[in-house]
């Protein structure tokens, strides 16, 4: 999610491999058996000659096979992401604590927390939240300002200790966690080829870190990689990048599983979940999208559809109510994702979704029950984007009041929780 909530997104969201074995089969050929044969007879000596020959040269390649390297001897992958998807299935609705720990543009201080007009976060929150019957939260989290220098960029203790103590607030309550970086294509995070290793050393540098810090956690902590990476200002930055800027996306998911399965521990099965470009759910990124060869892996994608409903607009193109006439367009943005991803044994979260206060809950929550609704259909998980914005000149996003511990829209937040909660 953008900055505060104030700047308004500018895309409409919508939307195992066969070796080849070359062998050269010279002097097998049938027009030149009998030539060979006669030639082999008449040259007994020379024969036992080559013979000696090749043993020395068998010899040689044997000796060859054994120093071939760990590496070139690996099994090839085999995709199992069961696992993935049973956890998965245990999370029934997700709630963002947005623009808390995401907030930035005050220094390396702890009190960044409150810098955007949130409250401080407490145990008291959290577990209201949970009482409402969200299993699951998203914790952004922006680090960029909390970082030393190149090339350890070490995340200053205050700021991770206080990271691990809102954590342990979600714990404590039960549910499961999702924890990520978020405004870092504020600062250092641009992905594009001119900073590529730069971006590589910094996210591999925060992520060694992150996942040290937590490597004992079970699994109801997941880790999520990046939020929004893409080029800030670009032409391309809300429709998907070019193909070259996906490929360092690509890149760095890569570079954050390496980073955090290299720490060991429960760390080596933690559910680690991967972004598109932007998190863009559009058919131009996610086909072109390098699935890693990693079982424990999920993919996240931002969902706020149909844009013209889910956010407010002056230019008439905006509609403040839902009949149910758009569900085609969430629906045909989820069938993509279900044939590039899905079918592909990837699990998809939709890590933010939400629609703007409208002043008409009763709108919103017919929205979400058709959104949702669709979603159940294909397993995806989804988590709401809460800024704690409901009546403002930003994007009013908040369906919790912090300071209150009560709901802004009870009626919506109920829907959220009936539409994703089992009947018994």
């Not at 044969?37 to 054994?66: F, L, P, R, V």
């Not at 810098?115 to 299993?135: H, L, R, S, Y």
């Not at 890590?351 to 929550?365: I, L, Q, S």
Request: hydrophobic share 35%; net charge negative.
């Amino acid at each position: 999610m953008m900055n505060k909530g104030f700047k308004t997104k500018k895309w409409a969201l919508g939307i195992c491999a066969a070796l080849m074995l070359s062998i050269s089969l010279s002097g097998c050929d049938g027009g030149k058996g009998g030539q060979e044969s006669t030639q082999i007879e008449s040259s007994q000596e020379q024969s036992t000659s080559q013979t000696e020959d090749n043993s020395t040269e068998s010899s040689s390649i044997e000796t060859s096979a054994t120093e071939t390297t760990a590496q070139e001897q690996k099994e090839p992958f085999v995709c199992d992401r069961s696992a993935a998807f049973e956890l998965l299935s245990n999370i029934r609705i997700g709630w963002n604590l947005g623009n808390t720990l995401d907030a930035h543009g005050g220094g390396a201080s702890p009190v960044s927390e409150t810098i955007w007009g949130n409250p401080k976060t407490t145990q008291e929150m959290i577990d209201a939240v949970a009482a409402q019957g969200f299993n699951a939260i998203r914790i952004p989290v922006t680090f960029a300002e909390h970082c030393g220098k190149a090339p350890d960029y070490t995340i200053n203790s205050a700021w991770m200790n206080r990271v691990q103590e809102v954590v342990d607030y979600a714990m404590n309550a039960n549910m499961y966690i999702l924890l990520d970086t978020h405004h870092e294509p504020d600062y250092w995070l641009k992905p594009d080829k001119k900073h590529e290793d730069e971006c590589v050393a910094e996210l591999t540098a925060i992520w060694t870190q992150i996942a040290e810090r937590f490597k004992d956690y079970d699994e109801h902590l997941i880790f999520e990689g990046m939020n929004e990476p893409r080029v800030k200002g670009s032409g391309a930055e809300w429709n998907g990048g070019t193909k070259a800027e996906q490929e360092v996306v690509d890149h760095l998911n890569q570079a954050f599983l390496d980073a955090v399965r290299a720490t060991g521990g429960n760390n080596e099965t933690r559910l680690c979940v991967i972004c598109t470009y932007g998190n863009n759910p559009g058919y131009n990124v996610i086909k072109e999208f390098k699935i890693p060869e990693d079982n424990y892996i999920a993919v996240a994608v931002h969902m706020y559809t149909p844009y013209y409903f889910t956010f407010n607009g002056t230019d008439g193109s905006f509609y403040d109510t839902w009949d149910g006439s758009a569900k085609g367009d969430i629906s045909s943005t989820v069938k993509q994702l279900d044939k590039y991803f899905i079918k592909q044994d990837l699990p998809v979260i939709v890590t933010e979704f939400g629609a703007v206060n409208k002043g008409m809950p009763e709108e919103v929550a017919k929205w979400a029950t058709d959104y949702l609704t669709i979603m159940n259909n294909y397993g995806i998980k989804c988590f709401w984007w809460d800024n704690n914005l409901y009546v403002s000149n930003g994007e009013n996003f908040g369906i919790f009041n912090r300071k209150g511990l009560s709901w802004y829209d009870q009626e919506l937040a109920d829907t959220l929780v009936k539409m994703t909660t089992p009947e018994e």
